[in-house]
């Protein structure tokens, strides 16, 4: 049984000192810049409809705390790696925090791989960000130069996770405006429904993270719904912004409250599978989705809905598992983005799609009054590069339609 | 399990867009696998290479709809 | 309204296929079918053309110096083609009728349904469909001409079924009521029920790379081709164009195609170099080398070969399909296939 306790925000402002909430505003206070691998980090808050557009956006992550125990949140990034969490969650509502980073800037060679990663607050990109009606805590980290990517990244998202933590812990003892119940799974004869859980982890950078430590060797595995919605899935993958999971996916994931809702009514929810995409080399594919397989079979899942990470390869892993649950008599649906030239692959048991949007498809330039966080470009950019816009876990409204 | 098949064309690009995943870009439309400028042990030399690229290719997990040149 | 018209070398007049490697160049006025566009009432103010091998196989600089002229000239709209069923011909008016468009010309183009050059244009320009031969020229100018007009004076262009054009293909994001997660648990519902719905289905052709061979030097490899390479003369007649057939033939102790031997009755490009040398449409000459230098396991013992020639990609996937059979039940697990 999960509990999460909400509590709206009504105004958000910076203000010194602690961080603290009542009467439905939250004041940030001073942010620890975090250790000798940041030389900088800067703190601002951008309100839904501002002119500005935020750039090199690496993640937005929901202030959310542990209630029993805050210490523990966000296990194995800033809490300790072994820690049961998620039972009973503290959630801030209003405002997300979106670390900043421009590695090109700071001088990591690497970057120049990123394609881009923007956050519209206005404008025509702005209807494609699935968190446009929430105020932004944009923490902008500069590293100092020389650090290994890798351990600025840690450093980034250890603060970063860190101050959601805080920001949520200031609620604790106080009233919620709603709490959301989930479970206890109740018997019967429905359909029995997993999720499996596509990630991607090749590396820092490119990364994500299960209990702080990258996703590679660990994947797949049936990941309890209090690990997902608690914070032990943490985004550090920073490039493909309009197809990647930031972290947010993860804490609330629309598919996952979409099953527990529908739970013990229209189905039987079996649980979630954390697996991987990207995988080396078509044996390595088909292994890891034999393995999606035994997983979802000792669920007793009778249907399974898989999620894909990104663009390219990716697909093939997803299409891989399609085809192994179908052939195992394992119903699926999956959900994969689109671009100009169609999808990117497919097999012939893939018959039940959704289509989180056509991420080649441009947005149309747009003039911002202020740019965070990079160099502003001119013309129209695709929706490929708007953050969490075709998040192919399922958390956006988009949808691609004939023209 | 698929035939592995590489497809040697100098427009992979029209190769591509019909669903190829394996394409080596050849030396022209009227000779993909030759070339008439060269003297003939050049370009039977060439023609080894244009193959033994092509079988490595074969031998090679590849992406979706990959292009690779004959030189590396 | 000023007018640009793109032709290939033969339009253009510039020669037949041995012009098809020309530089792109710029005319004044109407040329060849551009005639016919001032004959359906479309004044045409500057042609450019371009050898068909040329801009396929030099894309890059073709185009940027295609593109530096229109914005030399400024057109209110661009024409391209029509192309008819020439692939080449087809693929260079589709990318630089979709190159165009993006940097905001008018373009429309026409030809056959099938071009590659449909599949080029991503749906960027319009395409009027067009016959595969030069027959269907009278028929084409007038819609081309007409839809030229009215795009170069900003007006609104209906549906494809109401103004004679392809449909453009173009998948365009809408922001709807429910999220992608709350439809695809919706869709899994409703199959789990019996009834099974997509929101969006593969186009043609998409299929997941077959996987590595795993031991090249144990394999066996099969020669296919669409060059039309065939025995010296034909003597099975393989069409040289729209062929509806494929044609299989042994190459038991055939070292090399030679030109004693082989010829190629592709009609789509200038044969004249293959013919001197057939292994340069299929290189056997180099697989028997590495044959017996146990690189490779060995050759099947048949050539597969037809000529791609304006054939459709539906009939291309059903050779497709029949050579795979033939190949699978021979234990053949890897293919080169030449193309031209």
């Not at chain 1, 049961?84 to 590695?103: I, M, T, Y």
């Not at chain 2, 696998?33 to 997990?61: Q, W, Y």
């Not at chain 3, 066996?220 to 494929?246: K, Q």
């Not at chain 3, 009609?267 to 490779?296: K, Q, S």
Request: hydrophobic fraction near 45%.
């Amino acid at each position: 049984m999960i509990e999460i306790a909400a509590f709206r925000i009504e105004e958000a402002l910076l203000g010194q000192g602690l961080p603290s909430f009542a009467d439905g505003k939250l004041v940030v206070g001073d942010i620890a810049a975090g250790d000798e691998t940041l030389r900088e980090m800067r703190a601002r808050i951008v309100a839904p409809g501002e002119a500005v557009r935020i750039e090199n956006a690496l993640d937005v992550v929901l202030p959310t705390c542990d209630a029993a125990d805050p210490g523990v949140s966000f296990p194995g990034v800033v809490g300790p790696h072994g820690a049961a969490v998620g039972e009973r969650l503290n959630r801030l509502e209003g405002l997300v925090v979106v670390p900043v980073c421009d590695w090109l800037a700071a001088g990591y060679a690497q970057a120049e791989e990123f394609p881009g990663s923007y956050i519209d607050r206005d404008g025509p990109g702005a209807a494609l960000d699935p968190w446009r009606s929430e105020s932004m805590l944009v923490l902008e980290f500069i590293p100092v130069p020389g650090t290994p990517a890798g351990e600025a990244d840690a450093s980034i998202r250890k603060v970063t996770l860190g101050v959601a933590r805080d920001l949520a812990a200031t609620t604790l003892g106080k009233q919620a405006d709603r709490v959301e119940v989930f479970g206890p799974t109740p018997a019967g004869a429905l359909p029995r429904v997993c999720a499996i859980l596509q990630a991607g982890s090749e590396g820092p950078l490119l990364d994500t993270y299960l209990r702080g430590r990258p996703l590679l060797d660990q994947a797949p595995l049936v990941l309890p719904i209090e690990d997902l919605f608690g914070g032990a899935v943490t985004a550090g993958a920073y490039d493909w912004a309009g197809m990647r999971n930031p972290t947010a996916c993860y804490q609330s994931s629309a598919l996952i409250r979409e099953l527990l809702a529908r739970d013990g009514r229209e189905l039987s929810f079996a649980g979630a599978i954390l697996t991987l995409g990207y995988l080396d080399g078509a044996e390595a594919k088909r292994e890891m989705a034999a393995h999606n397989v035994e997983l979802a079979v000792s669920l007793r899942a009778q249907a399974a809905v898989c999620t894909t990470f990104e663009s390219g390869n990716s697909h093939t892993d997803t299409m891989l598992t399609v085809q192994a649950l179908e052939r195992a008599g394992v119903r699926t649906v999956a959900l994969v983005a689109e671009t100009n030239g169609g999808l990117t692959d497919h097999v012939p048991e893939a018959d039940c799609l959704v289509s989180t949007g056509n991420e080649d498809e441009s947005v149309a330039a747009w003039t911002p009054d202020e740019t965070i966080g990079g160099a502003a470009p001119l013309g129209p950019i695709p929706a490929a590069l708007h953050l969490g816009a075709l998040t192919q876990m399922g958390d956006a409204r988009l949808q691609a339609v004939p023209a | 399990m698929g035939i592995a098949t590489v497809v040697i064309t100098a427009l992979p690009t029209i190769a591509q867009m019909v669903g190829a995943n394996r394409v080596l870009r050849g030396v022209s439309i009227t000779h993909p696998t030759g070339d008439p400028s060269l003297g003939p042990a050049e370009e039977r030399a060439l023609r080894r290479r244009i193959v033994e690229r092509a079988l490595e290719m074969l031998a090679t997990d590849v992406d979706p709809r990959t292009v690779w040149e004959v030189s590396s | 309204m000023k007018v640009v018209h793109y032709l290939n070398q033969f339009f253009a007049g510039l020669g037949a296929e041995e012009a098809a490697r020309h530089e792109p160049i710029r005319l004044e006025g109407p040329q060849g079918p551009g005639k016919g566009l001032v004959a359906a009432g479309l004044q045409v103010d500057i042609t450019l053309a371009c050898g068909d091998d040329y801009f396929g196989e030099h894309e890059t600089e073709a185009l940027g110096w295609l593109l530096d002229r229109l914005s030399d000239e400024a057109p209110d709209v661009l024409i391209c083609g029509p192309a008819f069923g020439s692939g080449r011909y087809g693929y260079a008016c589709g990318v630089l009728g979709r190159e165009a468009a993006r940097r905001g010309y008018a373009v429309v183009t026409a030809m056959t349904q099938d071009n590659p050059g449909v599949i080029a244009a991503e749906g960027a320009a319009y395409i009027v469909p067009t016959t595969s031969n030069v027959a269907g020229m009278r028929a084409a100018l007038p819609t081309i001409a007409d839809l030229a007009t009215r795009l170069a004076n900003g007006e609104t262009i209906g549906s494809p079924e109401e103004e004679g054009y392809l449909p453009r293909g173009l998948r365009r994001n809408e922001i709807v009521e429910r999220t992608a997660a709350a439809r695809a648990v919706e869709l899994l519902l409703a199959k789990i029920g019996g009834e099974t719905r997509t929101e969006v289905a593969p186009s043609a052709g998409r299929v997941t790379p077959a996987p590595k061979v795993a031991d090249i030097s144990a394999a066996t490899i099969a020669l296919v081709t669409e060059s039309g390479c065939v025995p010296l003369g034909n003597p099975d007649r393989l069409p040289t164009r729209h062929s509806n057939v494929w044609l299989r033939y042994r190459l038991d102790g055939v070292g090399s195609l030679g030109s004693d031997g082989y010829e190629s009755v592709h009609a789509g490009f200038d044969t004249t170099a293959a013919n001197v040398d057939p292994n340069r449409l299929v290189p056997l000459d180099a697989m028997r080398e590495l044959e017996r230098e146990n690189a490779v396991g060995g050759l099947y013992e048949e050539l597969f070969t037809t000529s791609g020639v304006d054939t459709p990609v539906a009939v291309a996937a059903t050779f497709g399909c029949e050579m795979a059979e033939v190949l699978v039940s021979a234990g053949v697990r890897a293919v080169i296939l030449t193309g031209t």
